[in-house]
């Protein structure tokens, strides 16, 4: 079975502070890991992606995350926040087989401080 | 391209009722499936499906029930609406390739 574990349910920054949500997966074969971001009312939009190529993965509006199995992590990064990246944000991981269908994180908010 | 589209956006159901929520996409993707959010437990798959005509239990089925008559449209049922089901409900579909889901705006829904 795949879990995921989203450390901090909640996490603020300042703008143009370095953002980092922490992900850390479980998966019994090799995983595909994504991120998802929801806006307020919204659906979730596609982040990026780790599906067994690059292990540095660069995203929309300058997110990238790093796949590292050795610590069985996945953890999205932007250098510097703004304003309009306060949302929520899921990592979800998929086997890669059949349906492919995703386990999700509980998510973690984010807060932007002007 | 409309996307992933769901209707109602919203809904307020007594306990009982049943209801239907419709999901279409315009993609022709093959895999569909319905999630619900709730706070502080991301999402949880309810149902999903791998072509017209199938459908599958995921990891939250008990009380809803599902089909998928055509391939851009995949229905999720509620035949008697628990306060328990209060809930936002998304769906999504997805293309062989690549991998991800593209997901609707959701339908939040209310049992009284």
């Known amino acids: 079975a795949q879990s995921v574990t989203q450390l901090g349910s909640h996490v603020s920054v300042s703008e143009g502070a370095l953002v980092l949500l922490r992900c850390n997966y479980s998966?019994?074969?090799?995983?595909?890991l994504f991120w998802y971001v929801q806006y307020p009312n919204q659906g979730l939009q596609l982040l990026l992606k780790?599906?067994?190529?690059?292990?540095l993965v660069k995203g929309i509006n300058g997110f990238e995350a790093e796949f590292k199995k050795s610590e069985t992590s996945f953890h999205l990064t932007k250098p510097s926040a703004h304003m309009s990246d306060a949302a929520e944000y899921f990592c979800?991981?998929?086997?890669?087989?059949?349906?492919?269908?995703?386990?999700f994180g509980q998510g973690t908010r984010l807060t932007i401080n002007p | 391209n409309a996307g992933v589209t769901q209707t109602p956006k919203f809904r307020v159901l007594k306990t009982g009722q049943s209801m239907t929520l419709l999901c279409a996409q315009d993609?022709?993707?093959?895999?569909m499936y319905w999630y619900r959010q709730d706070p502080g437990m991301g999402l949880r798959l309810i149902h999903y499906?791998?072509?017209?005509?199938?459908?599958a239990k995921g990891e939250v089925p008990d009380g809803y029930n599902v089909s998928r008559l055509k391939k851009q449209n995949f229905l999720l049922g509620l035949e008697s609406a628990a306060p328990s089901q209060t809930s936002v409900y998304f769906c999504?579909?997805?293309?062989?390739?690549?991998?991800?889901?593209?997901f609707g705006p959701g339908t939040r829904l209310t049992v009284l």
């Open positions: 999504a579909s997805r293309a062989g390739v690549p991998r991800e889901q593209f």
């Open positions: 998966s019994s074969v090799p995983p595909y």
């Open positions: 780790y599906t067994s190529a690059a292990t």
């Open positions: 979800a991981v998929s086997d890669g087989r059949g349906a492919q269908k995703l386990v």
């Open positions: 993609m022709n993707h093959e895999y």
């Open positions: 499906s791998v072509g017209e005509g199938t459908t």
